[in-house]
Structure formats: structure tokens, C-alpha cells
């Protein structure tokens, strides 16, 4: 009989996986061996994390990265991880990391049909007062027994196969789609192992929080002026919305998606394009949106509907519940 105080039927990432892909007679387990070495990256990523601040890894490498930026330790150490454990899967073939300018081709004895496009450890200027950060990814498929071009990678985002990020926070929560739902995963750091704790998130179709770093207001666009404005002096009569601002995305991200609401980032006459880069942040984050029941927007068009021209380009991104995304669109609509 069950036991009374264990769950002993216990659903990990992995068990998921092959469950999901079990439904496609053709698969042949490539993309269970690929998530299981992301997977292990976070891993490594959430243990090193956990240790910054005593293992001294915090602190300048005396690098900076293809952005300019001064580089943490920890960002050269998670993107070496990831990088090593994407091309020793065995299935990929090109990679494009927040951390290295040019993508990576995988030498071709080691090359499979995936591409993977990821920002390591996103948020670093919180790693020292020990805010959340999270490593974001989205996987595409290269064109059956093509070789393996840049072109791969500069696909819109809805031709995305998954997408998901890992959250180093309370808790390390690892949130997937391979584009039927979305699902989050707890590691049970006895077990080593991520555990299914959220099956199904499905974002709330209309929330009471909206996030942006509002410290860019006087360079902002009329239509997020005015959303903005909306959001703290309503005029139909509903309560104002709270203001949560972490400056981490995956963790912004994730409790949008969680408790609804809007994410936004967006242009502005200093930075029309924004901050954050279409690749590897705009569209996987989008992507897990939609399979939520949200939605995402760059005040132009569908977010997933972008196509990239350079693998580190930037976009505008309005991102969360499926009704406050509207009242967005809205505005962009009536500029026009
Ligand atoms: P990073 O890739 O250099 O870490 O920057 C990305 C981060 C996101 O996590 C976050 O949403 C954004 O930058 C915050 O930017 P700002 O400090 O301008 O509000
Ligand atoms: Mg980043």
C-alpha cells in the first residue's frame, strides 16, 4: 500500500522527458540526453552559487564580455560548464552563448541535430548581495542532414522545439517547455535530483503587478508612459497594481508567470531596442509565456515572431498575462 507521509511515485525531469517524447514513435532519446546535460549545468551552477560567497569564486575575472561588461568569475565558470556539457552530449551542433561573441560550431565528430542558444548566469550584478539569478536557454533543430549555418540559430522564436530557465533563488527551479504546457521542477538537493512541483503553470489571465525599472521613465515611449500611468491611477475603477522589481529576469519572470501580471523592458530614446537580447532571453522567455496562456509583445509585433538578424541582438519585450498584454497592444495600436 501508498505510503502515508511519502510520495513515492517520484515524477523527476528526466522521467518527464521520456514520458513526453515517448509520444513520438520516431524519437530516438537525443533530446532527453541534451536536457540531461543542461540539466546537469544547473546544477553545477546552483552548487557554485550557493558557495560565491564562501568558496571566494565572486569577484572579477579580469575579463569582459563581448558586451563590455566586467565579467564575473562565476559567468566564465558557468558559461565553460554549459559549454563543455552541451558538446560532450553528443547533440548539438551550434551554440550561442550570452558569454562569447561568435556562436560555437561543434566540431563534427561530436555534433548532433540541436542548436542552443543560452545566457548562463543572467542577472550577475546580484550574485554579490545574493538576489536570484538563473540561466535561461531555447533549443532549435537544424534542417535534417544540413550542414550546420548561422541561419539555424537566426530563426524566430516560434520555431523554438523548448525552452526554460533555472532559477538560483530559495530554491533552485528549473521551468520547461518543449511546447506542450510548461512544467517547473524543484531540486531536492538530498536527491540530487529535479522533482516535478509545479505540473501544468498556467499564468493568470489578468494580475495585480506590473514590473519594469521605472528609473528609465523619462527616456520612455508614449504608449508605456501611459501603461505605467494605468497601472497606478486606474480609471475603470479597478485597485491599483503593485510594483515588484527585481532587476534579476528569470526571477522577475518567474513570478509573473506564477502570480500574473506584466514583465516589461522597453525601448527607449536612450536604448530603442532595450536591454535584453532576443536570442537567449526575449524569445525562450516568451515561448514559456505563450505555453502558459500569457502572452508576449515587442510593441511591434508577437515576440515569437520576430526574426533575428545578429545572434546578440536586443528587442523591446512586453511580456505576461493574456489580458494585460492586450491593454498594451492596445496602446501600440493607437499610436499608429
Ligand atoms: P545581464 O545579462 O547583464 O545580467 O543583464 C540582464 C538583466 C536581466 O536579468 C534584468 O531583467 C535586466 O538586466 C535588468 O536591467 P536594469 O538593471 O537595467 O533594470
Ligand atoms: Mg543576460
Not at 86 to 115: N, Q
Request: aromatic fraction near 8%; include cysteine.
Amino acid at each position: 500500500h501508498e505510503s502515508a507521509t511519502h510520495n513515492t511515485d517520484i515524477m523527476t525531469i528526466t522521467r518527464h522527458v521520456l514520458n513526453e517524447q515517448s509520444k513520438y514513435p520516431e524519437s530516438r532519446g537525443d533530446f532527453s540526453i541534451l536536457l540531461s546535460h543542461i540539466v546537469l549545468g544547473c546544477k553545477f551552477v546552483c552548487s557554485a552559487v550557493n558557495k560565491a560567497g564562501l568558496a571566494k569564486l565572486i569577484g572579477l575575472a579580469g575579463e569582459t564580455n563581448v558586451q563590455g561588461e566586467e565579467q564575473k568569475k562565476l559567468d566564465v565558470l558557468s558559461n565553460e560548464v554549459f559549454v563543455k556539457a552541451l558538446v560532450s552530449s553528443g547533440r548539438t551542433c551550434i551554440l550561442v552563448s550570452e558569454e562569447d561573441e561568435e556562436a560555437i560550431f561543434v566540431e563534427p565528430s561530436k555534433r548532433g541535430k540541436y542548436c542552443v542558444v543560452f545566457d548562463p548566469l543572467d542577472g550577475s550584478s546580484n550574485i554579490d548581495c545574493g538576489v536570484s539569478i538563473g540561466t535561461i536557454f531555447g533549443i532549435y533543430m537544424i534542417k535534417d542532414g544540413g550542414e550546420p549555418v548561422l541561419e539555424d540559430v537566426l530563426q524566430s522564436g516560434k520555431h523554438m522545439v523548448a525552452a526554460g530557465y533555472c532559477m538560483y533563488g530559495s530554491s533552485c527551479t528549473f521551468v520547461l517547455s518543449t511546447g506542450s504546457g510548461v512544467n517547473g521542477f524543484t531540486l531536492d538537493p538530498s536527491l540530487g535530483e529535479f522533482i516535478m512541483t509545479h505540473p501544468d503553470i498556467k499564468i493568470p489571465k489578468k494580475g495585480k503587478i506590473y514590473s519594469v525599472n521605472e528609473g528609465n521613465a523619462k527616456n520612455w515611449d508614449g504608449p508605456t508612459t501611459k501603461y505605467v500611468e494605468k497601472c497606478k491611477f486606474p480609471t475603470d475603477g479597478s485597485s491599483p497594481k503593485s510594483l515588484r522589481y527585481i532587476g534579476s529576469m528569470v526571477a522577475d519572470v518567474h513570478r509573473t508567470l506564477l502570480y500574473g501580471g506584466v514583465f516589461l523592458y522597453p525601448g527607449d530614446k536612450k536604448s530603442p531596442n532595450g536591454k535584453l537580447r532576443v536570442l537567449y532571453e526575449v524569445f525562450p522567455m516568451s515561448f514559456l509565456m505563450e505555453q502558459a496562456g500569457g502572452q508576449a509583445f515587442t510593441g511591434k509585433e508577437r515576440a515569437l515572431d520576430l526574426v533575428p538578424k545578429k545572434i546578440h541582438e536586443r528587442s523591446p519585450i512586453f511580456l505576461g498575462s493574456y489580458d494585460d498584454i492586450e491593454e498594451i497592444k492596445a496602446l501600440y495600436a493607437a499610436e499608429q
